[in-house]
């Protein structure tokens, strides 16, 4: 998905705002870290720049090739 400019400007000032109130909040460091990692790959989404699941899919695919001279 790729969203227009103009809104990815206020997004990203959105995105770190809520990262900061993540910072600040009580979360333990393995819940805050989940918090922000998901929240950018969403922003990364909206901007065409992520796709769900991808990294996964590459792996899979990887090890599913057979090694050369086998």
Known sequence: MKTQSKYLDEINRLLADYLLE??????KPLSAQVYQVQSKNFVRWINGEFTPGEVKK?????????????
């Not at 993540?22 to 979360?27: A, G, M, N, Q, T």
């Not at 590459?58 to 086998?70: H, V, Y």
Request: charged share 45%.
């Open 22 to 27: 993540i910072e600040k909040s009580d979360l």
């Open 58 to 70: 590459a792996k899979r695919l990887n090890q599913e090739k057979p090694e050369k001279g086998s």
